[in-house]
């Protein structure tokens, strides 16, 4: 679920996150993705906070690239309408 979002920012919650199993590889995976600025995961409550650079990865291809690399670890992500391609 999108908790919040602005351009650049945005913080979402799973509960598959509070296993660390599954954060661990969700964070490098997405720390490693260029344009990516910081990513944060607290276990506790299931929040990932993810900076980005807009110039480099633009709000709409990072969604689409976030949904498929979330859903490849069994976390559904679902997209308004404003992120679709």
């Known amino acids: 679920m999108i908790v919040s979002y602005s351009p650049g920012r945005i913080r979402l919650r799973f509960k598959e996150l509070r296993n660390p199993g599954i954060a661990e590889p969700v964070s490098k995976r997405i720390g490693n993705t ?6 944060e995961i607290k276990p506790l409550t299931g929040s990932l906070l993810i900076e980005f650079d807009i110039a480099v990865l633009p709000p709409a291809e990072f969604m689409a ?21």
């Not at 260029?34 to 990513?39: C, E, K, N, S, Y």
């Not at 859903?71 to 309408?81: A, C, S, Y």
Request: aromatic share 4%; glycine share 12%; charged share 30%.
């Open 65 to 85: 690239m976030g949904k498929q690399e979330l859903e490849k670890l069994g976390i559904h992500l679902d997209l308004p309408d404003q992120f679709k391609l």
């Open 34 to 39: 260029p344009g990516i600025t910081r990513v």
